[in-house]
């Protein structure tokens, strides 16, 4: 069990790296195309730009870290024939797995 969580890890740990750096850098070029300057760095800006910069980066990291973990799931799953740890087989859902709950 403790090498199924260990490549668990590594597989998610590779799909988060990967869509972390695309979501990064496709919320960077439509920063720059949308309102034709760099984003801010370090504050440099004024409050909306600030606050428009973090709010677009947090929407884009939300996403890409929900899709690089279901990514990372079904590879598994399809690699291993079995579900990853902390996640379980459902006919119900389009992806066919689904996040265990803990129960206590």
Do not use: C
């Amino acid at each position: 069990m403790v090498g199924a969580k260990i490549g668990w890890k590594l597989v998610q740990a590779a799909f988060s790296i990967a869509v972390g750096l695309a979501a990064s850098k496709a919320v960077s070029t439509a920063w720059k195309l949308g309102s034709g300057g760099k984003p801010p760095k370090k504050g440099q800006g004024g409050y909306l730009e600030v606050a428009a910069w973090a709010a677009a980066s947090a929407a884009a990291t939300a996403v890409a870290t929900v899709f690089a973990e279901r990514q990372a799931a079904s590879y598994y799953l399809k690699s291993t024939g079995h579900a990853p740890p902390g996640w379980e087989q459902d006919a119900t859902v389009p992806s066919g797995l689904v996040k265990s709950i803990a129960k206590d």
